[in-house]
């Protein structure tokens, strides 16, 4: 059951338990208690055991994000998506193809999940779309933004995007659907391989509503207060 009061700031901030064990993960959301409420489950734990601590968490109160980005035949997605809304999952990514986002959307139906699109993935850039077969002079932002305005109208929930990218795609979804950004660091914090970072309190003034961060806070020293300063940091900018 959901414990989380509703409206509260915590549920701004996803955790990405960017960790190679479930046992490591357990270890990282008990050191941070009740400084969060919301975690993020990728590829790299969801095969290696993440459903289970997915169920636990979300057992425990806890919001869970599996972000799993699916693509597959209309009719795997939507028994994907209606395996996921069963386990109890708040949020899930698929890629922004028609097909796809139509499928999620009928797979999430009568559940509480929403359904998050990946548009472009941000390592691609207009080389890595022309060398997958997209006509030439194809943009990333103008697939962005294509793309964000066929999940608005198919249904679905939210978009991912990079911080820079969130006013312009606000602008195509309009105000009622999720906007959730990765790639925030905290003010002096290392960036690792995220060229375009910005600090929490940015994030939220570019339209944000949910932040992902995963390595300022799952390595640093004492994730709880790592996590903490983060929630300050929103709670700052969204007062
Ligand atoms: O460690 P860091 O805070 O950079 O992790 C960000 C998280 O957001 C990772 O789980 C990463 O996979 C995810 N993500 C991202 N950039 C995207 C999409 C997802 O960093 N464009």
Wanted: net charge neutral.
């Amino acid at each position: 059951m959901d414990t989380t009061p509703a409206g509260d700031i915590r549920d701004k901030l996803i955790i990405g338990l960017d960790v190679p064990s479930v046992d490591e993960a357990r270890r990282i959301v008990g050191r941070i208690g009740d400084a969060a409420t919301f975690y993020k489950i990728g590829y790299q734990l969801a095969y290696a055991g993440g459903f289970d601590l997915a169920r636990d968490l979300i057992a425990d109160g806890k919001k869970v994000f599996l972000d799993l980005k699916l693509h597959d035949i209309g009719n795997t997605v939507e028994e994907g998506v209606r395996s996921v809304a069963r386990l109890g999952a708040t949020l899930l990514t698929v890629h922004a193809y028609p097909q796809t986002m139509r499928a999620a959307v009928a797979g999430k139906a009568g559940s509480p999940l929403k359904i998050l699109a990946v548009t472009v993935l941000t390592s691609y850039d207009e080389q890595d779309l022309l060398e997958a077969g997209y006509a030439p002079g194809t943009k990333p932002a103008d697939l962005v933004a294509r793309r964000a305005g066929q999940a608005r109208d198919l249904g679905v929930d939210g978009i991912v995007c990079a911080a820079p990218e969130a006013e312009r795609v606000r602008a195509v979804v309009g105000p009622d659907r999720l906007i959730v950004t990765p790639g925030i660091r905290p003010a002096g914090a290392d960036a690792g391989d995220q060229k375009r970072v910005v600090t929490p309190a940015e994030g939220i003034r570019l339209g944000a509503d949910h932040l992902v961060v995963a390595r300022p806070i799952v390595k640093a020293a004492d994730p709880r207060a790592a996590a903490e300063a983060i929630v300050n940091d929103i709670a700052q900018a969204a007062a």
